[in-house]
């Protein structure tokens, strides 16, 4: 999941000599992506927010919808994974079948390329969202989290790497993450982006990236 899981990935990479990277997909699922998908009462209302409007990546009916679900699911349940996973994807779903069944049919048909029996996403946290949104999809989904807040420390124990969530916007705010490039659209399965002509933030990414990599070949 980029963006903010981009050095995760080319650490993947490293690690692996490449020899598995036919099996790691660099989706760009992010806010902006969902933005791309109004509500049905939105449309209703002529409301367009994909990558051509002025307004676009200002709709958060989707996002919030998702967080709205994952909150609910946790008041019903906090302690197991697997009742909360079932809560999550029944609500996430009638939202889905309810007001966005266009953001369900393209994600579900992106999940139909990937092969493998488990599918494993990555993103730096906290809550999880998009990694719920596709678990309510798709049952192979499972995911693992950079970090997450205490109230999901039980839930999601064994699928964070360090509960120092307050490190967490540090991690997505990396210039070679949040300002090396940004999500600009989606259009038949591509995820389309657009790099930053800003030649400070071109220095600092590289930076950051030849830091990483320096760390990674070790």
Not at 4 to 29: C, G, R
Not at 89 to 106: A, F, W
Not at 161 to 180: G, I, P, V, W
Not at 188 to 211: C, H, P, Q, Y
Request: net charge positive.
């Amino acid at each position: 999941m980029l963006r903010d899981t981009l050095l995760p990935y080319l650490a993947f990479k490293e690690w692996t000599n490449n020899n598995n990277i036919n099996n790691v997909y660099p989706w760009i699922v992010c806010r902006k992506f969902l933005a791309q998908y109004p509500s049905e009462e939105n449309l209703k209302q002529g409301i367009i927010t994909g990558p051509q409007s002025a307004n676009f990546g200002d709709n958060d009916d989707a996002y919030e919808m998702i967080y709205k679900c994952i909150f609910t699911a946790l008041d019903k349940n906090n302690k197991s994974y697997k009742q909360f996973i079932k809560n999550t994807s029944k609500l996430i779903n009638i939202e889905l079948d309810k007001n966005y069944k266009n953001l369900k049919n393209n994600l579900k048909e992106l999940l139909s390329t990937i092969k493998q029996k488990h599918i494993i996403v990555v993103e730096s946290g906290r809550f999880a969202s998009i990694p719920l949104l596709l678990r309510a999809i798709d049952k192979r989904v499972d995911f693992r989290l950079f970090t997450t807040t205490p109230q999901f420390y039980n839930v999601y124990k064994n699928r964070y790497f360090t509960n120092e969530y307050d490190k967490n916007r540090l991690f997505e705010t990396l210039k070679c993450q949040d300002s090396l490039f940004v999500y600009s659209g989606y259009n038949n399965g591509n995820f389309m982006v657009r790099g930053t002509t800003d030649k400070e933030i071109i220095k600092l990414a590289t930076s950051e990236l030849a830091k990483w990599n320096e760390l990674i070949s070790k």
